[in-house]
């Protein structure tokens, strides 16, 4: 059965960085995506980045240029470098993995996403 990890959240001030990482165990990547989505108190879950299998990935515009997700192949784990990260970012990070899906797509909808982490707190404040 697969399962995913989180781990790397914390607290850091505005314009700090924190890697998170997503460990994936118990099963294959492919033919999948990973996705990081995120959820502030109050507010709707929300897709951050994704990288899918063909290591085509896709980025939220709200973090476009800040952070940075990549896959290691052989162990179908996924982490995500957070940088001049500021308070807005707050929540709590989930990692995703994907329903099978066609080469050329990237999914993005929380319903394409059959397997979940169980989260990590990243706080940013002064």
């Known amino acids: 059965q697969v399962q995913l990890t989180e781990s790397g959240g914390g607290s850091v001030q505005p314009g700090g960085s924190l890697r998170l990482s997503c460990v994936n165990s118990g099963g294959s990547f492919g033919p999948r995506t990973v996705a990081w989505f995120r959820q502030a108190p109050g507010k709707d879950r929300e897709i951050v980045g994704a990288v899918s299998w063909t290591l085509r990935t896709y980025y939220a515009d709200s973090v476009t240029g800040r952070f940075t997700i990549t896959l290691e192949r052989g162990t179908g784990s996924v982490y995500l470098q957070m940088t001049n990260l500021n308070p807005e970012d707050t929540a709590i990070y989930y990692c995703?993995?994907?329903?099978?899906?066609?080469?050329?797509?990237?999914?993005?909808?929380?319903?394409?996403?059959?397997?979940w982490g169980q989260g990590t707190q990243v706080t940013v404040s002064s």
């Open positions: 995703a993995r994907s329903r099978p899906h066609r080469e050329y797509d990237i999914p993005r909808e929380l319903p394409e996403f059959d397997t």
